[in-house]
C-alpha cells in the first residue's frame, strides 16, 4: 500500500502562483499529478518517472507547470505559475507503474485525497 497527502491548494488570482506536494509513504515507479474541473473528465497534469527523474506534461501547461521530486523526503512537488482561470480543478497526486501513457488514470494504483486549485480572473 502507497499513502499519499496533498497539500498546497487554495485561491489565487489569475497569474499567480501555487506549489502543490504530495507526500508519499514510499515511491513508486511513476508519480503523477491528475486535475479534475466540475463537469469535466479527469485528466493527468504532469508525471515524473522517480528512478531517471524524466517528466512529461501535457501541452496546456507546459512551460508554465513544473513537476519535480525530493528523494528525502518521498515528496512530490507541482510548482504551477502563471495561472489561468482554466487551470480550476480539483488536484490529485497518483502513483503507480505500467508501461501504457503517463496520463492514462487507470494505470496509477494509489490517490491521494486531492486539493483545490481555484484562480479567478
Known amino acids: 500500500q502507497v499513502q499519499l497527502v496533498e497539500s498546497g491548494g487554495g485561491s489565487v488570482q489569475a497569474g499567480g502562483s501555487l506549489r502543490l506536494s504530495c507526500s508519499a509513504s514510499r515511491y513508486t515507479y511513476r508519480m503523477a499529478w491528475f486535475r479534475q474541473a466540475a463537469g469535466n473528465e479527469r485528466e493527468g497534469v504532469a508525471a515524473?518517472?522517480?528512478?531517471?527523474?524524466?517528466?512529461y506534461y501535457t501541452d496546456s501547461v507546459k512551460g508554465r507547470f513544473t513537476i519535480s521530486q525530493d528523494n528525502r523526503k518521498d515528496t512530490v512537488y507541482l510548482q504551477m505559475n502563471n495561472l489561468k482561470p482554466e487551470d480550476t480543478a480539483m488536484y490529485y497526486c497518483a502513483a503507480g507503474g505500467g508501461v501504457s501513457r503517463w496520463d492514462s488514470g487507470p494505470m496509477y494504483a494509489y490517490w491521494g485525497q486531492g486539493t483545490q486549485v481555484t484562480v479567478s480572473s
Open positions: 515524473i518517472y522517480t528512478g531517471d527523474g524524466s517528466t
